[in-house]
């Protein structure tokens, strides 16, 4: 899903769920049209991807495949 790329979509939207006049939703200040749609419920995708403590450097190399010749950690 993505989000709103301009206030219009924003209005657009809010006026689309709540059923209220553009007049209506231009009285309101633009900070508490933000949180309305922020707080709106909505589907979130589960990442399946996990956080990972990197150690060392060690580690880190090998995680993200680095094989730069001039890395003093490469040995």
Do not use: C
């Not at 924003?10 to 007049?23: C, F, N």
């Amino acid at each position: 899903m993505e989000g709103s790329h301009s206030p219009f979509g924003l209005i657009y939207q809010i006026a689309k769920d709540t059923g209220w006049s553009v007049r209506e939703i231009l009285d309101l200040p633009y900070a508490t049209l933000v949180m309305m749609l922020s707080d709106t419920p909505r589907y979130v995708a589960e990442s399946g991807e996990k956080a990972v403590r990197i150690s060392s450097m060690e580690q880190l190399l090998g995680m993200v495949g680095q094989t730069n010749k001039h890395n003093p950690y490469n040995q």
